[in-house]
């Protein structure tokens, strides 16, 4: 089950309704319907912890999705050893994975969370070794 369809599952289990699981954590129900169905774009890892703790399910849930954990898990050193590792610049890095410099500079800086296509665009390259 993805992690939106856990978060649904749960939410029901606990009688709430997007509605009330939004006020809980700060959002409308059309940004927990976003959650459930997988819609995001960009993963808000506070907001996950906070929909995790008000449903109680923080030794339930299961993450098994490669790209949250990415992000979970120091995705800026990650993203920093590959590009030192192939010897290119963040600007290089930019244009491979066809998106701006500065996104780039962010993720490196742990300013920013990198998308999800952008990780799969990664990914590849990551691989090609």
């Known amino acids: ?17 997007q509605e009330e699981l939004g006020k809980e954590v700060g959002m409308t129900k059309w940004g927990i319907r976003h959650v459930e ?6 993963v808000n890892l506070p907001l996950l912890d906070k929909l995790v703790a008000c449903l109680e399910i923080e030794n339930k849930i299961n993450y098994e999705d490669n790209y ?5 898990n120091n995705p800026a050193d990650k993203i920093r050893s590959y590009r030192i590792k192939k010897n290119i610049t963040m600007y290089q890095l ?11 500079k962010k ?7 990198i998308s999800r296509k952008c ?11």
Not at 68 to 72: G, L, R
């Open 68 to 72: 949250i954990e990415f992000i979970k």
């Open 37 to 42: 169905n997988d819609e995001m774009r960009l």
């Open 107 to 113: 993720w490196e800086n742990g300013t920013c969370v």
């Open 119 to 129: 990780y799969e665009r990664l990914m590849e390259l990551f691989n090609e070794d």
């Open 1 to 17: 089950m993805t992690l939106g369809g856990q978060i649904k599952y749960y939410r029901c289990l606990k009688g709430m309704t």
């Open 94 to 104: 930019s244009e491979l994975l066809n998106t701006a410099y500065s996104t780039v």
